[in-house]
């Protein structure tokens, strides 16, 4: 049966190569697609992980608090595994006045590790090094008119420091958020509690050593390691920590599938052409098999294997090419969109250069959408040619 199946896929060198083509081409697609629509979920995902730590300590109930006394807190010492890091960060509203200009803006104290992470934001000039030395939103700094070198007034009353500080602009950065540069200002850690809380942060990001970007088991292990001796204070993953976000990793699975089987509805509508047409072509040969005894339900088998080869020899040649395209979007690439679609792709903090990722399952998922569609393209073709009677059907003229 697997050899008449291959015959008569020969017999027709030019329809098979075209269906078969097609299905390649698919599979091609797929994988290329898969790989890319990883590599920037991984992207924005390793984005939101870089802002926030594995695991983020706040202050209980902070989502209904807005004062800053009750908002920040005293950095308890915290037992944590070996190669883990914690930071604190202070976050405070205010003013920051240049000459007759001002804005309302959100101040944000880092650690020398925080500030070493927003070097692939930095549009202009250096990261702060000093005490008084600070990083501006670069459409903050067009708004107050001020570039590199000049000098900033940041006014805070109300809070537990002394209200106003002198900064000098050391850097501009180009957040992926429009609307965070127009108001974002990155100082010093020691800067910001001299100006807003002294000695308090309002949270602490921990930082783990070799877990992966989406392993959740060393996370909630420490989570529930720590939580009982903070009384007051919140631990949270970082998912937890972004909930908005968070949703977005259910749908992962259910988008690839959905645009996968996309590409194989096309692809499984010109492969069940292809069989009908064979079927057409053939059905004085089809009608001489029943009546030389071949059964209804074994021309209904030759119809899927010549459907499962041909599918399956195509779908080999269009993975083969798919791999090797994917190892090469593994050493990073750029999207080759026009600038003002980038553009919106930044708003969005996906980074200019993306990795390609492909595993198993997404080669699994391709691999069982051919099969699937093989299949099903051959249902009606094989039902047609076990319904044929031999007479009739030797009878038949194309």
Do not use: C
Not at 343 to 366: D, I, N, S
Not at 383 to 388: E, I, V
Request: no cysteine; charged share 20%; glycine share 12%.
């Amino acid at each position: 049966m697997l050899r008449l199946a291959w015959r008569n896929l020969l017999r027709t060198p030019g329809r098979s190569l075209t269906t078969g083509g097609v299905v390649a081409l698919v599979v091609f697609l797929s994988l290329v697609f898969l790989s890319v629509y990883a590599g920037a979920f991984d992207a924005f995902f390793q984005r939101v992980l870089d802002r926030t730590g594995h695991l983020v300590v706040r202050v209980e109930g902070y989502e209904a608090k807005q004062d800053l006394e009750s908002l920040t807190f005293v950095p308890p010492s915290l037992s944590l595994p070996q190669g883990a890091r914690v930071e604190g960060v202070l976050e405070g509203g205010g003013l920051l006045l240049a000459g007759e200009r001002s804005r309302a803006v959100a101040f944000t104290g880092l650690t020398p590790e925080g500030f070493a992470r927003q070097r692939g934001l930095l549009k202009e000039g250096r990261l702060p090094e000093a005490s008084g030395e600070a990083l501006l939103g670069e459409a903050l700094a067009k708004a107050l008119k001020v570039r590199l070198g000049d000098e900033v007034v940041a006014y805070a009353p109300g809070g537990l420091g002394l209200g106003v500080y002198a900064f000098r602009v050391v850097g501009l950065v180009d957040l992926p958020e429009t609307h965070l540069e127009a108001r974002t200002v990155l100082v010093p850690l020691a800067d910001a509690q001299a100006l807003l809380a002294p000695g308090r942060v309002s949270r602490l990001e921990i930082r783990l050593s070799g877990v992966g970007l989406y392993e959740k088991e060393p996370l909630e292990a420490l989570k529930a390691a720590l939580q009982p001796h903070l009384p007051g204070l919140r631990v949270e993953t970082w998912l937890e920590a972004n909930p908005l976000y968070a949703a977005l990793l259910p749908l992962y699975d259910t988008v690839m599938g959905i645009y996968v089987g996309i590409f194989f509805v096309l692809a499984g509508l010109v492969l069940l052409n292809a069989l009908y047409l064979s079927l057409v072509e053939r059905v004085r040969e089809f009608g001489l098999l029943a009546a030389l005894g071949l059964t209804g339900w074994r021309l209904v088998a030759l119809v899927f294997w010549e459907s499962l080869l041909l599918v399956g020899v195509s779908a080999l040649v269009g993975m083969g090419a798919g791999l090797l395209l994917h190892l090469e979007l593994a050493d990073g690439f750029r999207l080759p969109l026009p600038a003002w679609i980038l553009e919106q792709y930044k708003e969005f903090g996906l980074p200019e250069v993306l990795y390609g990722r492909l595993g198993v399952k997404e080669v699994l998922l391709t691999l069982g959408y051919a099969v699937g569609v093989a299949l099903l393209a051959a249902l009606w073709p094989g039902w047609l040619a076990s319904r044929l009677e031999p007479v009739e059907a030797m009878r038949y003229v194309p």
